[in-house]
């Protein structure tokens, strides 16, 4: 009996391991930095129309905390990688640059180039974007792993039928710890999405707050300065 049980729940934790799994990948897709992971789903089809994986195509590097620098593995396959990265991540911010000789990856190449995509910063709009679409993967993962407890439990109640009472009640709670642990590992997932959210819009008030602050020191410089003026001009 117990085995028959440890295969059940091992098999209704496969299910809910590769719900939560899909969770977290679809939030790493929800950049709120440079990711490495959010450049897995990224496809390019090349001058003969065969798609590709981009890396295959390409190597990736990050260049700071929210700019990928994308390296072609030949200089004609450039376009095609910006096309790529604008189907599957229409935010990012694409520059294709000439870099310095210490960044070259390639010493027989004349005229190399990269593709810097910068993560957009969490603004108010963003913010509230990626906000209702963390919530909205959730509900939907949610939905999938309820669909998966109740089925498991309907066929634990089958299998345990006719044994006594204490084996029962022991299938039932292992059964219920799982589920647990996958509604936790779940919940994670969510509340931290929105805490790395919360961060970086906290950070984006805070250097606007900055910005403001030094230009209005600029402004009330430069009107001191007309005033000494002013009244520089008055006395002559």
Do not use: W
């Amino acid at each position: 009996m117990r085995k028959a049980i440890g295969i059940l729940i091992g098999e209704m934790e496969s299910k809910l391991s590769g719900y939560a799994a899909l969770l977290n990948y679809r939030y790493l897709n929800l950049c709120v930095k440079a990711e490495p992971m959010a450049l897995l789903s990224i496809s390019v089809v090349d001058e003969e129309g065969e798609r590709k994986d981009l890396e295959d195509v390409a190597f990736a590097t990050l260049k700071d905390k929210y700019t990928y620098e994308i390296i072609p593995k030949d200089p004609k396959g450039l376009y095609a990688i910006c096309k790529g990265l604008l189907k599957d991540h229409p935010e990012f911010d694409q520059d294709i640059i000439t870099p310095d000789e210490n960044r070259k990856l390639f010493r027989n190449v004349e005229n190399e180039q990269h593709i810097l995509c910068k993560v957009p910063e969490v603004n108010k709009d963003r913010y509230d974007f990626l906000m209702d679409a963390v919530k909205t993967l959730y509900d939907q993962c949610k939905v999938e792993i309820e669909k998966v407890d109740v089925a498991y439990s309907a066929k634990l109640v089958t299998k345990i039928l006719g044994f006594p009472k204490e084996e029962i009640e022991e299938a039932k709670v292992k059964m219920e710890d799982s589920q647990q642990v996958y509604d936790k590992m779940v919940e994670n997932y969510f509340t931290s999405k929105q805490q790395e959210i919360e961060n970086a819009y906290k950070h984006y008030l805070d250097e606007q707050g900055e910005k403001k602050a030094e230009a209005d020191e600029k402004a009330a410089a430069r009107g001191e300065t007309a005033g000494q003026k002013l009244r520089f001009d008055t006395d002559e």
